[in-house]
């Protein structure tokens, strides 16, 4: 990869959007299981993905998990294993279906990752609270994380049309 | 793409499937069975194939062994007994013993439950079966037979004996289920399955442990009354009296239940329930307690250390204190 | 290409939308609300078990890992009424009166689970 001080600056910038959304976000409550959100963030991290590349989409990824946890004040705390496994989880199914299987458009890889997202922190609840009675709301977060999923697919694909990232980078 | 399809089904699918699976964990063997003209059904917990089919074993043998209608091949039982008059015939120990408890329960039911009311029972029997009474001059004879007839028991050198002698016919059925229970609760004891366990030897006989960890007791419901039910557990339990079994002619109400004093097949009440620690006695008390009053029957619920519940015109005319009718 | 991938998106999204739906309709018709006992869990220790067909008005401290929790009971249903976590996620979930649907506290660790203790009338009839 190359690291020059513009990709830097856009890394930083998308990770602080994303951050941003996140906070926002967090005021949005949860369905059933504490933690779970709706995954807005997804935008940069997708768009990170499809406009630099899949590694700088990771940095972001990561490094927006590690400050809302510290943010949150719950550090390896439950909200911050359960952000981990679903970011870490939507990102490898998104790679995978934008790198290997190219089968679906952005809005497809943006529903698989918000899915694989959720399915993540819930296998996590359903790991530290001992119970498998979380996956109850499984289906009102899956449908919400769909809608989400499709919407997040669009803004990423609108903003792609603007070539906005491709500029700053050239 | 299908593949890609089976992937996203597949983890949802899992969850859905593990999430179903953890609902029910029990370790319940149940079976049923037919024996002594009825269903048994036995239900045990942490227990194999292997003791459900010693359980069959143990109902089978004294099915055969009380079985007055049939011989067997292996043993002597009551319906070869029943033929040979003033004889002595060798038995097996197994036998024997459900003779000598019969003896027992003779004097402890005051001599209502008497198994020599063989001839009895069949007369009316058939004739109930045709809704008609027996003749009464028969009722008379087999009355007198009975007076004159008895059971000899002898024990020497580990070789056991009865004779009958006279005409009367022995019958176990007033404490055959009962008694088959006992034995099937030494059983469960001696192989450590006696927690939890109910045997219900054809709804009129029946044994029971506790129900689970959570729930001790178990609801017994009565027949003879809508909706209700007592709670019990560790215990045998013996019913006489229910509706199905009783014949209805010229407004009177005749049961299979035949008073050895009088040869009459009325009843006192409609229905008794026996609660105790003897399987046998509870069944033996059940029927008893049918053909007495109910001084008789308190004097008895005392001697014994049973608990004794009476229904008779849609009311209950008699419950023990230790016992409580509860309504769904 | 483009119809292509479409074409994959629809049928993804459609798949994905019908699978949760059955798996609500799945829990929606499972669930009973019948006899039910709420078995109340700290840290995945069974802390409480309350019969909630005896319909009794009262109020349970939990204590959590993080703060106390405190549990209501109201006609047969229950919920968490109080809580020191920080955004009440669990107080939202409201009063639960059936099956299957859990009421979670993760910041305290504690989770409500409502069990049917359903029994058929009579365990055995003579």
Same mark, same amino acid.
């Given at each position: ?9 856009v890394i930083?910038m998308l990770t602080a959007i994303a951050?941003?959304?996140? &906070?926002?976000? $967090?005021? !949005?409550? #949860? %369905? ?8 807005? *963030?997804? =935008?940069l991290?997708?768009l990170a ?11 972001v ?45 952005? &809005?497809?890889? $943006?529903? !698989?990752? #918000? %899915? ?8 996590? *609840?359903? =790991? ?43 | ?328 | ?126």
């Amino acid at each position: 990869m190359n690291l020059t001080v513009k990709k830097i600056a856009v890394i930083s910038m998308l990770t602080a959007i994303a951050i941003a959304l996140s &906070i926002v976000e $967090s005021f !949005i409550p #949860s %369905i059933g299981i504490p933690g779970i959100k709706l995954g807005f *963030a997804n =935008i940069l991290i997708l768009l990170a993905m499809v406009e630099i590349g899949p590694i700088e989409a990771l940095i972001v990824s990561i490094i927006r998990i590690i400050i809302m946890a510290i943010f949150r004040g719950s550090f390896l705390g439950m909200g911050f294993l359960m952000s981990i496994t679903g970011g870490l989880l939507s990102y490898t199914g998104m790679y995978i279906f934008y790198k290997l299987f190219k089968k679906f458009s952005i &809005i497809g890889i $943006s529903v !698989i990752g #918000s %899915i694989l997202h959720v399915i993540g922190q819930i296998l996590i *609840a359903m =790991i530290y609270l001992g119970t498998t009675a979380v996956i109850y709301y499984l289906p009102f977060i899956g449908l919400s994380a769909l809608g989400t999923g499709v919407l997040v697919g669009f803004v990423v694909k609108a903003t792609q049309k603007t070539n906005v990232i491709k500029h700053i980078l050239k | 793409m299908f593949i890609y399809k089976m992937k996203k089904r597949f983890l949802p699918t899992l969850l859905l499937i593990s999430f179903l699976s953890s609902c029910s964990v029990t370790n319940k063997l149940e079976k049923i069975f037919y024996f002594f003209d009825s269903y048994e059904n036995i239900s045990l917990s942490n227990a194999s194939q292997e003791n459900m089919n010693d359980l069959e074993e143990i109902l089978s043998l004294y099915d055969k062994l009380s079985d007055n209608y049939n011989s067997s091949s292996r043993f002597e039982n009551l319906y070869s007994i029943n033929l040979k008059k003033s004889q002595k015939i060798e038995i097996n120990k197994e036998l024997y013993e459900m003779f000598k408890n019969s003896e027992d329960l003779q004097e402890i039911s005051k001599g209502f439950y008497n198994p020599l009311v063989g001839k009895l029972s069949k007369l009316y029997k058939e004739s109930l079966a045709h809704n008609e009474l027996p003749n009464q001059s028969i009722v008379s004879e087999y009355l007198s037979e009975i007076k004159l007839s008895s059971i000899v028991l002898e024990e020497t050198n580990n070789q056991y004996f009865v004779t009958k002698n006279g005409d009367a016919e022995i019958d176990f059925g007033a404490i055959a289920k009962g008694y088959v229970l006992d034995k099937c609760y030494e059983y469960l004891r001696e192989n450590e399955l006696e927690k939890y366990y109910i045997i219900n030897c054809g709804s009129s006989s029946i044994a029971l442990g506790e129900k689970s960890e959570n729930q001790k007791d178990f609801k017994v419901g009565l027949s003879f009354k809508n909706k209700a039910y007592i709670e019990l557990n560790n215990c045998f339990v013996g019913v006489s009296g229910v509706q199905e079994q009783g014949v209805t002619i010229e407004g009177v109400t005749y049961s299979h239940i035949i008073n050895p004093f009088t040869g009459s097949a009325i009843n006192n009440y409609d229905a008794v329930l026996v609660a105790g620690n003897n399987g046998a006695l509870c069944d033996v008390l059940s029927t008893s307690f049918m053909m007495m009053d109910l001084e008789s029957i308190k004097e008895i619920e005392k001697e014994q250390n049973v608990k004794a519940l009476i229904f008779d015109n849609d009311e209950f005319v008699y419950i023990n204190n230790d016992l409580e009718v509860l309504y769904h | 290409m483009k119809n292509k991938t479409l074409r994959n998106d629809i049928i993804l999204i459609g798949s994905l939308f019908l699978i949760f739906i059955s798996i609500m309709i799945g829990f929606l018709l499972t669930s009973s609300s019948k006899n039910l006992i709420a078995n109340i869990y700290v840290s995945n220790n069974l802390v409480e078990t309350i019969d909630l067909s005896k319909k009794e008005n009262k109020d349970y401290k939990i204590n959590g890992t993080h703060g106390e929790v405190i549990v209501r009971t109201k006609d047969g249903a229950i919920a968490i009424i109080e809580s020191t976590c920080p955004h009440h996620d669990c107080i939202n979930v409201g009063y639960v009166k059936e099956t299957n649907k859990p009421i979670i506290c993760a910041y305290n660790e504690v989770y409500i689970i409502v069990l049917s203790s359903y029994q058929p009338e009579d365990d055995i009839k003579i």
